[in-house]
């Protein structure tokens, strides 16, 4: 998804000829057709999985991925651009469900905290091989002679290569039976209607909910708006797309390689502490990381938007791996895939919301503008999880005395 985020505004710029002043609202179009798409099948994608295991779930959403990678760059008008962006949605929305599900399916309780900080690092560290090496592959083909068009079209298909390997790893090496038991009788939608009821009475459940609405939206605005915000800028200064993209490469991995040392100490550290005091402390860390960002008024200043990115990186991974263990954690164990396709139900109306509302103001206000709207969302999710922190060891207070 690094990807694809990444090299869009390639496809806007140099594919599809997008007018500069319509590519943020244009970028959030895409981005509401993904997630609602994704908002009508997770749940239900969680609960199936329940039944049926994760496996061929996770390899037949892969497949329709790389269909979406195939397609893509093969648009001639925005209106394929977003029927294809669809197709992408559904393969995303079913792998990823899957991918959240085996995060909570194995790790003992003692260690669930170092197990999701681990899984950050290795994600961390593949998402800046995307950012270092993919991202520059626009300019890459454009050098060897191919026009830009083709130039965005191998790139995108390079995708669809990685794609497809990945579903030949996961048929070969992934376990393929269920974690818990469930009833014969009950259906994907009624399973799917279990993981939403099951925050009843479990605040912490709810708050792991809460959390994904943040986090998500998060990571939707850095992949939409941080790229976009390179292009932009880079043709206020001269500077073409492609380079434009490999510039935003170099920056990003700033963000990338803050994730991958701060990973896993988080994870040990939310092993040590209450999970929701440390989600709490993860959410201050992402506000004032995106509100860092956010204030950045050149891009191409790269020594202070790579400290602002680094910042960032270290909010974003620790919100992350704080609202999965926290998931993990309070899920129950018979339902936990239709809770993860719930937590991701969250996400995605996170994400729906950040990237409506963050194209507008990209478009009408500043580029750095969604990354300050995202810090207010984390700080309103740190005021809950105190709330809750409170609430908890007030009722033990009560009924110690």
């Given amino acids: 998804m690094t990807f694809l985020n990444f090299v869009q505004p390639y496809i806007l710029e140099e594919v599809l000829g997008v007018a500069p002043s319509a590519q943020g609202r244009i970028t959030g179009y895409l981005n509401f057709i993904h997630e609602g798409t994704a908002l009508l099948i997770m749940a239900v994608a969680g609960a199936l999985s329940d039944r049926h295991g994760r496996r061929r779930l996770l390899i037949f959403g892969l497949l329709i991925w790389m269909t979406g990678f195939i397609l893509f760059p093969l648009a001639d008008s925005l209106t394929q651009l977003y029927l294809y962006r669809l197709i992408f949605a559904f393969g995303v929305?079913?792998?990823?469900?899957?991918?959240?599900?085996?995060?909570?399916?194995?790790?003992?309780?003692?260690?669930?905290?170092?197990?999701?900080?681990?899984?950050?690092?290795?994600?961390?560290?593949?998402?800046?091989?995307?950012?270092?090496?993919?991202?520059?592959?626009?300019?890459?083909?454009?050098?060897?002679?191919?026009?830009?068009?083709?130039?965005?079209?191998?790139?995108?298909?390079?995708?669809a290569v990685i794609a497809l390997v990945t579903a030949v790893i996961v048929r070969f090496g992934y376990f393929a039976g269920r974690i818990g038991a469930v009833k014969a009788t009950s259906s994907p939608f009624e399973g799917a209607l279990q993981g939403i009821l099951a925050a009843r009475g479990r605040p912490r459940l709810m708050l792991s909910y809460g959390s994904a609405f943040a986090a998500r939206g998060d990571l939707v605005v850095v992949g939409a708006f941080y790229s976009l915000w390179f292009t932009v800028a880079g043709r206020e200064q001269g500077i073409g797309t492609a380079e434009a993209l490999k510039t935003a490469g170099i920056a990003m991995s700033a963000l990338l390689v803050s994730n991958v040392l701060w990973a896993p100490i988080y994870g040990y550290i939310l092993d040590r502490i209450d999970r929701v005091l440390g989600l709490g402390i993860a959410m201050v860390l992402a506000a004032i990381g995106y509100f860092t960002l956010g204030s950045v008024s050149d891009p191409y200043n790269l020594p202070v938007m790579m400290a602002a990115t680094f910042v960032l990186g270290v909010g974003e991974i620790s919100a992350i791996v704080a609202g999965n263990a926290l998931l993990g954690q309070e899920a129950p164990k018979d339902i936990r895939g239709a809770s993860v396709g719930v937590f991701s139900l969250f996400g995605t109306l996170g994400i729906l919301t950040a990237t409506i509302l963050g194209g507008i103001v990209f478009d009408r206000i500043e580029p750095g503008a969604p990354f300050k709207m995202m810090a207010f969302v984390n700080i309103v999710i740190a005021i809950w999880a105190g709330w809750l922190l409170l609430r908890t060891r007030r009722q033990g207070v009560v009924s110690a005395s």
């Fill in 93 to 159: 929305a079913m792998a990823s469900v899957m991918v959240i599900a085996t995060m909570q399916d194995y790790p003992q309780e003692v260690s669930r905290g170092k197990w999701g900080g681990i899984n950050s690092f290795v994600t961390s560290f593949a998402i800046l091989t995307v950012t270092l090496l993919l991202a520059r592959l626009p300019g890459i083909f454009t050098e060897a002679g191919y026009g830009p068009v083709e130039a965005g079209r191998y790139t995108f298909w390079v995708g």
